[in-house]
């Protein structure tokens, strides 16, 4: 039986390789090749892939929201990432969204079809360092849900804060102004239900 693969990819030159190595790959079929996920659901419905491959950058829609749809109206067809982004940020939301898999492009042609033929099979293949990622951030203790509310900035805010720093090193650290950092720690105030910097600091070690 062979595998229906559909290609999210908005790099030309990389699209057409991709399309090329599926089509030369027996036991693979190209469903599709798009530069964009605009019309992504009606494409799924059409074309009923098994597999998609999915970059993150892409214009108009992100890989990422295009994932969530995928998954809300197609649950078993498999989403397999293939992008440049291995920050965590990138790397758990398109987890969280729905992804199968996790590879990076720079990773080798054969490898890429076994991770297909592996998600097709019920696998979930990532690329080494992103399974270091997932694998430590396992490892580390949970989040209060009140901590997950802080924005990135307001973490680090709160970060430099816990060092030690006053708001005029947070500001110059962090590369804003005084007044930003107030804005922040107002809000930090509000989202962790305390009143001071070291009730604050307090909830952050914890």
Same mark, same amino acid.
């Given at each position: ?88 940020? !990138?790397?758990?939301?398109? *987890? @969280?969204?729905? %992804?199968? +898999?996790?590879?990076? &492009?720079?990773? #080798? ?43 990135? !900035?307001?973490?680090?805010? *709160? @970060?430099?804060? %816990?060092? +030690?720093?006053?708001? &005029?090193?947070? #500001? ?35």
């Amino acid at each position: 039986m062979s595998i229906r693969v559909l290609i999210y990819e908005d790099n030309v030159t990389l699209r057409e390789a991709l399309s090329f190595l599926i089509e030369a790959t027996p036991s693979f079929v190209l469903a599709g090749a798009f530069g964009d996920t605009m019309l992504v659901e009606k494409q799924v419905g059409e074309l009923t892939p098994d597999v998609v491959l999915m970059d993150i950058e892409m214009p108009g829609q992100d890989g990422i929201q295009a994932v969530l749809k995928i998954r809300r109206q197609f649950a078993p067809v498999d989403v397999l990432m293939l992008t440049v982004f291995d920050d965590d940020e !990138r790397v758990f939301q398109a *987890l @969280s969204a729905g %992804a199968t +898999g996790y590879l990076l &492009k720079k990773t #080798a042609p054969a490898r890429i079809m076994e991770a297909i033929s592996e998600v097709y099979n019920g696998g979930a293949p990532m690329s080494p360092a992103i399974a270091r990622r997932v694998l430590l951030s396992l490892r580390q203790p949970a989040i209060s849900e009140e901590m997950a509310q802080l924005t990135n !900035r307001e973490t680090e805010v *709160l @970060s430099l804060l %816990a060092g +030690g720093l006053s708001y &005029k090193l947070v #500001a110059v650290e962090a590369g804003i102004s005084i007044e930003t950092v107030r804005t922040h720690v107002k809000r930090i105030y509000e989202k962790l239900h305390v009143h001071s910097v070291t009730e604050a600091i307090a909830r952050y070690r914890r």
